[in-house]
């Protein structure tokens, strides 16, 4: 061989050496955003499940969105739910009013402080989720989230495995996962 030919074999394995290492690099990301997933919903999501323990990953799938559709989408749930905890919040104090003048007792009166205190906690996180998209609508440069859909196994009420799909968002800018309240369209 010679050293004209070595030179090029080694250029040859350098570029395709260099082509696999950035192909590898590309994929990870995305591995990354579904690990995190995976660990939002084993840390957050499972104690809402009848059977946490049933719970398995069938797969996680992510795709890069624009957020602006879906903030503005997510942002009139948000808005929605918010009037309609105040308006819970208005007829639990319109309760307590009551119960206090028909004199039923203080058991029926904390009962109903419980209820408003769970209603303002979520009258709470609602105003933080809208001030999120808010915020997210207010900056053109923040254009993109990722869309996850997990496919998972579950009992559910009954003790029958059942299989079914969950929608993530994960918005890389402020570090944060959504459950979908929407359908997944896929």
Known sequence: ??????????????KRLLIVSVLFSSCAPSSSIEDKAKKYVTDSVL?????????????????????????????????????????????????IESDKKLGLGQTMIDADL???????????????????????????????????????RAKNAMGALMLDNMLLFYYPEINRFEVSSLQDKK
Do not use: G, W
């Not at 719970?55 to 942002?75: C, G, P, Q, R, Y």
């Not at 808010?134 to 496919?151: C, G, T």
């Open 114 to 152: 419980r209820i408003d205190s769970l209603t303002t906690a979520i009258i709470s996180s609602l105003e933080k989720d809208i001030n999120s998209h808010k915020a997210i609508l207010n900056k053109p440069d923040l254009l993109h989230h990722i869309e996850i859909n997990i496919k998972y």
């Open 1 to 14: 061989m010679t050293k004209k030919t070595k030179s090029f074999i080694l250029y040859y394995l350098v």
């Open 47 to 95: 104690s809402n499940f009848n059977d946490p323990k049933s719970f398995e990953f069938v797969s996680v799938n992510a795709d890069t969105v624009s957020s602006h559709d879906l903030s503005n989408i997510k942002l009139q749930e948000f808005e929605t739910d918010l009037n309609r905890q105040q308006r819970k919040k208005k007829e639990i104090l319109e309760n």
